[in-house]
């Protein structure tokens, strides 16, 4: 009997060790217009419009469960063509081709108008669930070319409450909350997942970490990994523009909240969503900057 015992311990002992953890994938990490952006000719864009390496797409992060093989889609962005491509090749075409569901934050052109590639006039999709929030699920409803999508049933749209866990696999759940942002169509969401024995804190767009009902600082010690907002790097970025009307925390404003923190808690902060304007994402001493106090800044095609 021990012996029987025995092997049952070693065969479960084998499981464990050859199942493989959730993890997550970034598929893009720019701003919503992208890197290059259109119609820029500065020095930002210069070499990225002359060199397709250093292209980069719109903000988007696939969570993926090898052993279920299954994923889900953040963000529905314009990208969408080249970033479902992407993620077939980073997985060996290991999974389906289109994910299981797609989780979008807010009705920014740079979040969810990739839908439109999932209409007949395209990939015309059956009943591909579309997580959001009330205000974003009702946008999509009754505004075209989204509300056909719904209607054809291209999109089965999955209302989210903020606050409440949504369980999608044995060691997948997401959790949906509102941060402050400039919300003409819709609300804005950011989500908290668990994946596995990792947690995930995934924040692109927020006006500032002051106007938050919550503690930025207390949410990123709770997780394993925080992609943050780290759309301009100084005020100074937008020539002829005022920076005030398009509000994010500058990257030197939350490294600054970070800056008594402890190594480890600095640690879990990835810089995302880049305006092209944003130097960190070309210019090594800029990027050596963050990195040298403790940051790190995500990187396209990069598993976390």
Not at 205 to 229: H, P, S
Not at 235 to 256: C, F, Q, Y
Request: proline share 5%.
């Amino acid at each position: 009997m021990k012996v029987i015992f025995n092997i049952i311990a070693i065969f479960f002992f084998v499981v464990r060790l050859n199942a493989q953890e959730p993890y997550v994938l970034v598929l893009g990490l720019a701003q919503d217009g992208g890197y290059p952006h259109l119609g820029c000719e500065k020095e930002c864009c210069k070499s990225a419009w002359k060199n397709d390496s250093l292209k980069r797409n719109i903000v988007s992060l696939a969570l993926v469960s090898p052993n279920d093989k299954k994923w889900w889609l953040f963000e529905a962005t314009p990208d969408i063509t080249k970033q479902l491509q992407l993620f077939k090749d980073l997985t060996k075409s290991e999974f389906n081709y289109l994910p299981e569901g797609i989780f979008i934050t807010h009705a920014h052109i740079g979040h969810y108008t990739g839908l439109m590639n999932l209409g007949r006039e395209v990939f015309n999709t059956k009943e591909i669930p579309v997580y959001c929030l009330p205000k974003m699920k009702k946008f999509l409803e009754e505004n075209g070319p989204w509300s056909q999508l719904v209607s054809l049933k291209n999109i089965t749209i999955k209302e989210l409450t903020p606050e409440t866990t949504v369980v999608l696999g044995n060691s997948i759940s997401v959790s949906a909350f509102t941060v402050p942002h400039r919300d003409e169509y819709s609300e804005t969401a950011g989500f908290s997942f668990s994946a596995g024995q990792k947690k995930y804190l995934f924040i692109p767009d927020i006006d500032k970490w002051q106007k938050w009902n919550r503690n930025i600082v207390e949410e990123v010690k709770k997780v394993d990994y925080a992609f943050l907002d780290a759309t301009f790097y100084s005020m100074d970025e937008l020539k002829g523009r005022k920076i005030e009307e398009v509000p994010h925390p500058l990257v030197s404003e939350t490294m600054n909240l970070f800056s008594n923190e402890s190594s480890l808690t600095k640690s879990k902060l990835f810089f995302i969503h880049f305006n092209h304007t944003n130097p960190m994402l070309r210019l090594a001493p800029f990027q050596n900057e963050v990195k040298k106090s403790g940051f790190n800044l995500a990187v396209e095609g990069a598993k976390y």
